[in-house]
């Protein structure tokens, strides 16, 4: 069995790397850093500065999460590593091709283009979606799109089956994440990834033992898809106003059924 992982270059992405390969040997590591261009017009200094000053803890609560990642997982596993600024270049296409993969798992790159999505490793890629597949797809975040839109009952995770669309791959398994009620915002963000990488780990065993599934979307609901250059100030407002009542919805009892009737798609072996 020969496993290639392709991922972003966060500490979270690392710690999923460790965690894999604890189980499954990872045979190759390709890491995507993009370089981002931020073109600072007027409107975009000003965003930073509201961010700053009214916005932080949404922020701070993200890179808290990070920092428990990044103290607990210093190094990649000892296995072959590759840095790239660009996941779909020739570089990651050849070097994955000359691995020889049985499966391919990706997570926290850059959205996967058409050349290296013509890859057939016998068992599939896999794709990693921090949210709830199809009801919340698309980005910065949708565990933050859940708290602005007080839709606290659909945070969760997806695997699925990558295809060229946004989080709109068939679904493998997905889950809705379980919260207390008594979370801070940055016990959110935590949860929700230790849930996405113990539910990766899940669906790689069931599927390396040869379990199989694979749900259309369009079988479950028809979901919606939020977009970054949509996550405003106003959003923002929105999710720290909407969290201030986080903990008394989530420990009621009204919200427990309504989490309870979320299609969601689970399989084992």
């Known amino acids: 069995m020969k496993i290639v992982l392709w991922i972003g270059h966060g500490a979270n992405q690392k710690a999923l790397a460790n965690r894999i390969h604890s189980k499954h040997k990872v045979d190759l590591i390709i890491v995507e ?8 017009g007027f409107s975009k200094i000003l965003d930073r500065l509201a961010d700053k000053l009214f916005f932080a803890s949404l922020n701070d609560a993200w890179f808290q999460m990070l920092r428990h990642y990044e103290v607990n997982n210093k190094n990649y596993p000892d296995t072959q590593l590759i840095h790239t600024d660009a996941i779909n ?56 799109w859940c708290l602005a839109t007080a839709q606290f009952h659909l945070i969760g995770n997806t695997i699925m089956w990558i295809d060229k ?47 199989h599934s694979s749900v259309s979307q369009d079988k479950i609901v028809s979901g919606k898809t939020y977009y970054t250059r949509d996550w405003n100030l106003a959003q923002k407002r929105n999710a720290l106003a909407n969290f201030k009542k986080f903990g008394s919805i989530v420990s009621s009892g009204e919200y ?8 969601t798609v689970s399989f084992t072996i």
């Open 33 to 40: 850093s993009r370089k981002r261009k931020i073109k600072m």
């Open 165 to 211: 669309g946004i989080d709109s791959g068939n679904i493998i398994t997905n889950e809705t994440t379980q919260f207390t009620g008594k979370e801070s915002l940055a016990d959110i963000h935590l949860k929700v990834m230790e849930h996405a990488h113990e539910l990766y780990v899940h669906a790689i065993d069931t599927v390396v033992k040869g379990g």
């Open 256 to 263: 427990k059924l309504t989490q309870s009737a979320v299609k």
């Open 89 to 144: 270049n020739d570089l990651v296409y050849k070097t994955t091709v000359d691995a020889h993969p049985d499966l391919i798992i990706v997570s926290g790159t850059g959205m996967i283009r058409e050349k290296l999505l013509s890859l057939k490793p016998r068992l599939g890629i896999m794709n990693l979606h921090t949210g709830l597949s199809p009801y919340v797809k698309g980005g910065p975040n949708c565990t933050n």
